[in-house]
């Protein structure tokens, strides 16, 4: 557990009385980092090892050498919970990791104040109730009692503006964080409270509505998924709101540092490349991107990389038409957005032009299968010069004194030569977007304009909004994370400078004695990384050489006197292409490879020639810078080189230090509590490292180091009166001499001091007091309770006597009663069964008396009906005989008559032969 002064808290002396059994105390933890125990035994000086039982059932041994190495004292319930880090009594790094999760976990509550710092936790969560209008309403106007209210977003927006109307100070919000943590979301509240508070009066949409309009366009180009977030911005942004005579938002500006280009070209597994060409993919089919035949995705080599082409719950077609709305909002034509998503197009055809090995040992030619992407790329969407482009893409130039030199390129350099190309287009299509977007913040922006509008006046009063990557360390950190990296430990150092002096001022204001306070200088890991020599300058230097290498840079580094004294700096001991830096928040090994090349940041000259040479306006125009240098630098024989992106990023990093020295800062760091992106789930691993990071530590140790606990003198006298009742209503009617009163009586010389306002206790002092009124409540309910008790046993004993009295009564007036009534029941019984059995046998009696005639005419009923049923059968028999009769004698008669035809018919047939016969023989005779 002991981590001597590398753990935050140490060296703060702690009374040796508080550490009594049953004292509350933190212990470190492999897996949660610190958890609370309780001690089992009393700790005196001569005391070499400590018994705690840990909240989870352990009981461990901590062996103790000395006073430095005492455990850290958990604070009272009371501020458990606390709003405000820096009004806990025991400022500590445990403290401070339990707190925050305390709140994050238990009360769900997002934010904490931690002095001048808002700490932001990421819940992982649908949180819109938190930011709706009537929330905004809550905040709006309160001014500098916002510090009253819950901590949020919107209360640092409020002082922000507060201050800016107030006292005519120019403010910044500053908001940093590591990826994931909801740097761009905290950000995009803040001016979203701006444009609600300060926004058009005329009844309109103001400027306010374009400033909200460009988060969607700055996050389609500039954000992209990562394994730790799904929109990570990939770049820094600083948006400057500019204010009139009536605190309305009168314009806005927006400066961009250090995007990530690299990104373009190769994305790690379960990452992509930036949103809009995935909205493109999607969204293929809309009216914009007729002609430009955009395949899905996967069919490109810079978006399928890393394969993870959807984003679960963003359908990227509907994020298309918002990043199309935003556009047009902007001041963008349909025109103007056709040809900005034809460049983009480009970019991601270029991509698929891969190279194969050619005829000679290193010459590499186009593919045959990307000939179609060549040729669309070409003719239809830049309109360059085909032979031109496959010349150069697999080609270079080396100029000597008196002649030139055309080398083939391999395969690998060609991919690389293809790649530059591609970055370079993008990263000044990026740059001519915010220039548009600025144009459009300012009011002066057409589709047609090619340049911001010059002599415009610098506003009076303005709200700086700062949304940067945080402090970043991987397994393998190349000069993105060395650039991230310098310009956290920039402002980190204009962050420490600015807490210690309001911390001072708030003691000159409260009149108390001068505290010296020391603080974490990291000027020396700056002037490693910036001064002369350094590592910039080196990393200069060496891409002026013809044959520069990143080993070169190295050793260089490795080889200068005044590097090898820093001791922010370590070198590999045995030979290795890395070295590490020992920045404010933690050390960083980095790989030198790939340096240099990302430093220069250069194309090929002729391949830039062929596509300077384009056809197509818009590119041509977003060229021109380039263009520009290349003509620069031919004119001065090719002497004159462009500025590294070192040099460039360091410059920026100058003059974003001077805007905001030149405010008031407020802060805003976020939290990323776990990375499996849970509802309301906290790793105490990996907040703790952020909140070593991003300054948090750091703001509780300059607290700590004076007077970290301030009570008002009103509070104070109500919470403690009871340590000094001598004083009777003093609390009430003198709080601030009650308060010099009581403290004199129960702490230390030295350990308090009263200012004009509020009085300011050491550490531990609050911790302290909270004991001995603990104690004092106690020893005072100990003598209530006694006293309570006698008259609750006394009023019980009464209440007990007069009830037994009231129940004897009760009883034999009862037991009368209740003889009375069994004689009373046995009269009505006998009368009951008297009544019940006459009833009885009249029911019986009735029952078989209709029972007997029922049998009757039931009996008689079915004689009858045998009778009837006998008649019925010999009628129907007579009928059958009758009509049997009837048909015997038909039929017999019907026979004798066919008899007597046929006798008729014999006898007729032999008279007419005989006749005929007759007739015969009279004809033969005659």
């Known amino acids: 557990m002991a981590d001597g002064g590398m753990t935050l808290g140490r060296g703060h002396s702690t009374p040796i009385d508080n550490y009594k059994r049953g004292a509350r105390v933190w212990h470190r933890h492999a897996e949660l980092v610190w958890i609370a125990g309780e001690l089992q035994t009393d700790v005196t000086f001569s005391t070499t090892s400590i018994r705690i039982l840990l909240d989870d059932g352990e009981t461990v041994e901590y062996p103790l050498k000395s006073p430095d190495q005492l455990p850290f004292l958990r604070n009272p319930e009371i501020l458990i919970g606390a709003d405000d880090l820096t009004t806990l009594s025991y400022l500590h790094e445990p403290a401070v990791l339990h707190n925050v999760a305390f709140r994050f976990v238990e009360k769900e509550a997002v934010y904490t104040y931690c002095g001048i710092v808002l700490v932001a936790v990421n819940p992982y969560a649908d949180c819109r109730d938190l930011y709706g209008d009537e929330m905004i309403q809550v905040y709006r106007g309160v001014g500098k009692q916002v510090r009253g209210l819950d901590p949020h977003i919107y209360a640092v927006a409020e002082e922000a503006f507060y201050d800016l109307a107030e006292y005519g100070k120019n403010q910044s919000v500053i908001v940093s964080g590591e990826s994931g943590a909801g740097k761009t979301v905290s950000a995009k509240y803040v001016m979203r ?46 948006i400057q709101l500019n204010f009139g005579d009536r605190y309305a938002i009168s314009g806005a500006e927006m400066r961009t540092y250090l995007l990530e280009k690299s990104r373009l070209v190769f994305q790690a597994s379960n990452e992509r490349n930036y949103h809009i060409f995935y909205q493109m993919c999607a ?182 909004v700062l949304d940067i990557y945080g402090f970043e360390t991987f397994e393998v950190n190349s000069f993105e994370q060395f650039c991230i990296n310098y310009a956290n430990e920039k402002l980190q150092q204009q962050f420490n400078q600015h807490v210690f002096k309001l911390e001072q001022a708030e003691y000159e204001r409260e009149e108390i004695a001068w505290v010296r306070i020391d603080f974490y200088d990291n000027q020396p890991c700056i002037d490693l990384i910036e001064a002369r020599p350094g590592l910039i300058n080196y990393l200069d230097e060496q891409c002026k050489v013809v044959k520069g290498s990143d080993p070169g840079w190295l050793d260089q580094i490795t080889n200068c006197p005044t590097l090898k004294k820093s001791a922010q700096l370590q070198l590999p001991k045995i030979r290795s292409a890395s070295f590490m830096i020992k920045h404010f928040a933690a050390d960083v090994s980095y790989t030198v490879d790939g340096f240099l090349e990302k430093n220069k940041d250069t194309v090929n000259e002729q391949l830039m020639a062929v596509v300077a040479a384009t056809k197509f306006p818009l590119l041509r125009e977003i060229l021109e810078p380039s263009v520009g240098d290349l003509a620069q630098a031919a004119a001065a024989g090719g002497k004159k080189m462009k500025k590294t992106v070192a040099s460039q990023f360091r410059d920026s990093l100058k003059d974003l230090m001077t805007v905001l020295e030149s405010t008031r800062p407020h802060y805003v760091r976020c939290i990323k509590p776990n990375d499996e992106k849970l509802r309301f789930t906290f790793d105490p691993k990996r907040a703790i490292q952020q909140l070593r990071a991003c300054g948090v530590l750091e703001t509780v140790r300059i607290s700590a180091a004076g007077y970290p606990s301030r009570w008002n003198y009103d509070d104070f006298g109500k919470r403690y009166r009871v340590l000094y009742p001598e004083g009777r209503a003093m609390w009430r009617d003198a709080p601030r001499k009650f308060a010099s009163a009581a403290c004199a009586k129960h702490l230390e010389e030295g350990k308090f001091a009263l200012g004009k306002t509020k009085m300011f206790f050491r550490t531990g002092q609050v911790a302290l007091l909270e004991r001995k009124r603990t104690e004092t409540l106690k020893a005072s309910a100990l003598k209530i309770q006694t006293r309570w008790r006698g008259y609750v046993a006394r009023k019980r004993y009464q209440t007990i006597r007069n009830s037994v009295k009231l129940i004897q009564a009760a009883g034999r007036a009862f037991m009368v009663y209740r003889a009375a009534k069994y004689l009373q029941m046995h009269r009505a019984s006998i009368a009951i069964q008297t009544a019940w059995r006459r009833h009885a046998a009249e029911k019986r009696y009735s029952q078989m008396r209709k029972a007997a005639l029922a049998i009757q005419a039931a009996f008689r009923a079915a004689r009858v009906r045998k009778v009837v049923l006998k008649l019925r059968y010999e009628k129907s028999a007579l009928t059958i005989q009758r009509y049997w009769r009837g048909y015997m004698v038909r039929r017999e008669e019907i026979r004798r008559l066919r008899k007597i035809i046929k006798v008729q018919s014999c006898v007729r047939r032999f008279i007419a032969k005989r006749r005929l016969r007759k007739l015969k023989f009279t004809a033969t005779v005659y």
């Not at 669309?376 to 893409?393: H, K, N, P, T």
């Open 193 to 238: 409270y701006f444009a609600s508070v300060a926004g058009s009066r005329k009844g309109g949409p103001g400027i306010e509505q374009r400033v909200l309009a460009s988060n969607p366009i700055m996050e389609a180009i500039g954000n992209a998924k990562t394994i730790r977030n799904d929109n990570s911005s990939r770049f820094g942004k600083y």
């Open 283 to 464: 969204a293929r089919e809309d009216p914009l991107l007729k002609g430009m035949k955009l395949g899905s995705a996967d069919a490109y080599h810079y978006t399928a990389q890393g394969r993870a082409s959807l984003l679960e719950g963003v359908d990227d077609g509907e994020e298309f038409r918002a990043t199309v709305q935003a556009l047009t909002e902007v001041g963008f034509s349909a025109d103007a957005q056709r040809d900005l998503l034809k460049v983009l197009a480009g970019v991601l055809t270029l991509g698929n032009v891969q190279f194969s090995a050619g005829g000679g040992d290193d010459a590499t030619a186009v593919q045959r299968d990307s000939s179609g992407a060549v040729r669309q790329l070409c003719e239809e969407l830049y309109g360059i010069d085909e032979a031109d482009l496959r010349l150069w893409l697999t080609n270079r130039e080396i100029r000597a004194v008196t002649e030139v030199v055309r080398k083939p390129l391999n395969r690998e350099e060609a991919s690389r030569n293809r790649d530059a190309l591609a970055k370079m287009i993008y990263a000044h299509t990026f740059n001519w977007v915010v220039e548009k977007v600025n144009l459009a913040l300012r009011g002066t922006f057409s589709s047609s304009s090619s340049s911001p509008s010059k002599g415009a006046p610098k506003p009076q009063r303005f709200i700086g």
